[in-house]
């Protein structure tokens, strides 16, 4: 199997999983105050979102590598 097909698939479940979930959520740490043993932190929550023309166009590109993309000619 070549570079192309593992794309197209790889392509392919990440624009699925962008139409399933439309986002995607991570937490970010930042440290406000370190005062010799003691340390305040604050996590905060981001989320990200998924746009559906992203997915639908990591859809296409995936199934355009796993047709196209793979053939030889000669």
Do not use: C
Not at 6 to 23: E, K, M, N, P, Q
Not at 37 to 48: A, R
């Amino acid at each position: 199997m070549g570079i192309a097909k593992i794309l197209g698939i790889v392509l392919i479940a990440a624009g699925a999983l962008g139409l399933l979930f439309g986002d995607f959520s991570f937490n970010k740490a930042s440290h406000e105050l370190k005062l010799g043993p003691l340390e305040l932190s604050v996590t905060e929550k981001q989320t990200v979102p998924v746009p559906t023309w992203a997915s639908l166009a990591a859809i296409a590109a995936g199934v355009g590598l796993l047709v196209f993309g793979g053939s030889k000619k000669g």
